[in-house]
């Protein structure tokens, strides 16, 4: 409620509604960790008829963060380009289980999550066993754009794509808060869902390659 107080208690309050939507306060009130009260106060802020109905614009995108991609769920399907512009699915990858990065080429800290599961050596080993896929999306790029990244991060084993247009097609892969990382497993199930925590991401990786 005091959130909702203190978005609406002034013109500026409206802005931060737009900024919070935007980035989805991830890392701050994470629908994962907390879901039933991200969800409530979806509805609160639906409801409040002192939040103008253009700020309101992004309730049912956040609500399908909800409902897709959590962990046990099938794992939305994602159309990527390489730097040739082919096209590829997250369902070609079936057989595998993927550590899926979601980035923005211009976001430092991006960068820094690639070096640190680069630098993870849990995850690299099951990257060279075959037991891992790489998959880097930069949601900022198109084609031409990766083609520096893909010289680059190619060689450590990582499968560099972008959207074809510069924006994702897919609303719930978090578009607009990067670094996000997931985990998949080999029939397409979400291990791990949107997380920013590289040595997290690790520990289950290497919970799967002790089972097998």
Request: charged share 25%.
């Amino acid at each position: 409620q005091e959130f909702v107080e203190i978005m609406v208690a002034d013109p500026v309050g409206y802005h931060l509604w737009t900024e919070w939507a935007n980035l989805h306060l991830y890392g701050l009130w994470s629908p994962v960790r907390n879901e039933e009260a991200f969800g409530m106060l979806l509805q609160r802020v639906w409801n409040d008829p002192r939040v103008p109905s253009e700020n309101k614009q992004h309730i049912h995108r956040l609500e399908g963060i909800l409902t897709h991609n959590g962990v046990g769920d099938k794992a939305e399907e994602l159309t990527m380009y390489d730097a040739e512009g082919a096209a590829a699915k997250l369902s070609d990858l079936r057989g595998r289980r993927v550590v899926l990065v979601m980035v923005d080429t211009t976001c430092p800290s991006c960068v820094d999550t690639m070096q640190k599961i680069e630098q993870t050596e849990v995850i690299m080993e099951a990257a060279q066993r075959g037991e891992v896929a790489l998959v880097a999306v930069a949601i900022n790029q198109t084609p031409e754009g990766i083609a520096t990244l893909t010289r680059e991060k190619s060689p450590l084993g990582w499968h560099i794509y972008c959207a074809s247009s510069g924006q994702l097609e897919r609303s719930y892969y978090d578009s607009e808060a990067s670094p996000m990382l997931f985990l998949l497993s080999h029939d397409g199930t979400v291990e791990v869902a949107m997380t920013r925590n590289a040595e997290s991401l690790a520990e289950a990786v290497g919970r799967g390659s002790e089972k097998r």
